[in-house]
Every structure is written in structure tokens, then in C-alpha cells.
């Protein structure tokens, strides 16, 4: 008798799988037609369903959640860090101009053309204040390239998390329509998890 009564539950447990799996699948097809059409034409039955097929258990939605987290996170910092470069520029600047001020207020006020005239030059002429902003520019530069490749090494921890979950369409790539497509699956995830989060998962 046990033994039937686990195998009505695996019947059970497979029936309401199914169903989970139609009201994933049917939801999908829904806000699929939300897309470009481009977009629409890409996402086929199969990998629509294999989707499905990959966020029964719930475990890809808290995937997703921890990368959207661990991404705002990481956005955070380089964004601080840009700010702080960029705030020690400001400081240098005013530096050197406040030193200008300094010498021109020290400066006996018959020599004080001859020093403007010599500050002036030092602006325009390969001097202190060039080679201030030429450093200014790299550094720029440099942290934006640095900002650039980690996220650019974000995007593929991303897509290769997601490829070793299982979730259909993802693995690394930088080829931009494959990536706007994996932007246009990540967003069919997280609507589908607001749905779930407001109106309980059993219900899509």
C-alpha cells in the first residue's frame, strides 16, 4: 500500500510540474510579445520552453537576484572610485591655481604684470599645468578603460553562471545582438520573478 502511495505522489509531484512548467511557458509567451519583434522572431518555442524548463525550481530567479545584486554592487564601487579620481583632479587643479593666487598676492605690485604674463605662458607653454592635464587625461582614460573590462568581465561571470544553470540562450559571448538578446531573457526573468513575488509563485 506504501508503495502505491509513492507512486500517486511522483504522479502528483510530475503533474504539478507540468502544470508549473505551462504557466511559466504560457507567461514567457506573453511577455515575449512585449519585445521588438526582432527579438520575438529569435526566442522560438523550444528555447522558450527550455527556459521554462530551467526556472521551475526557483534556483535561476535567486541566480538572477544574487547577479543583479553582486552587478549594482560592483556598478557602485567603479562609479565611487571614478568620483574619487575624479575629485583628486579637482583638488590638483585648484592646487596649482591657488598657488598662482598665492604668488600673485605675495608678488610686489610693480612685478605683478611681469608674473601674471609669466603664469600666463606657463598655461599655454608645454609647463607644469600641460603636464598636469595630459596626467589628468590618462588617468581618465585609464580608469575608464578599467572601468570598461570589469564590466565586460562581469557580463561573462554572468552569462557563464547562467549557461551552468542550465538557462536556455546563454553562454559567453560579446556579439552585441547575442547579448541584447540575453538582455531581453534576463528582463523576461525578472518580470517573471516580480510576477512571482507579487502574486505568489503557484500563480503567474
Request: with cysteine; aromatic share 4%; glycine share 4%.
Amino acid at each position: 500500500m506504501d508503495r502505491y502511495a509513492g507512486v500517486l505522489e511522483e504522479a502528483a509531484d510530475g503533474t504539478r510540474q507540468q502544470e508549473r512548467h505551462y504557466q511559466l511557458l504560457s507567461a514567457l509567451q506573453s511577455l515575449v510579445k512585449e519585445l521588438p519583434s526582432s527579438f520575438q522572431q529569435r526566442l522560438s518555442y523550444t528555447t522558450l520552453s527550455d527556459l521554462a524548463l530551467a526556472l521551475l525550481d526557483g534556483t535561476v530567479f535567486e541566480i538572477v537576484q544574487g547577479l543583479l545584486e553582486i552587478q549594482h554592487l560592483t556598478e557602485k564601487s567603479l562609479y565611487n572610485q571614478r568620483l574619487r579620481l575624479q575629485n583628486e583632479h579637482r583638488v590638483l587643479r585648484q592646487a596649482l591655481r591657488q598657488k598662482h593666487q598665492e604668488a600673485q598676492q605675495a608678488c610686489q605690485p610693480h612685478n605683478l604684470p611681469v608674473l601674471q604674463a609669466a603664469q600666463q605662458r606657463e598655461q599655454e607653454l608645454p609647463s607644469l599645468w600641460q603636464a598636469m592635464e595630459h596626467r589628468i587625461r590618462e588617468e581618465q582614460r585609464a580608469m575608464d578603460q578599467k572601468i570598461i573590462l570589469e564590466l565586460d568581465r562581469k557580463v561573462a561571470d554572468q552569462q557563464s553562471t547562467l549557461e551552468k544553470a542550465g538557462v536556455a540562450g546563454f553562454y559567453v559571448t560579446t556579439n552585441p545582438q547575442e547579448l541584447t538578446l540575453q538582455m531581453n531573457l534576463l528582463e523576461l526573468i525578472r518580470k517573471l520573478q516580480q510576477r512571482g513575488c507579487q502574486a505568489g509563485k503557484a500563480a503567474l
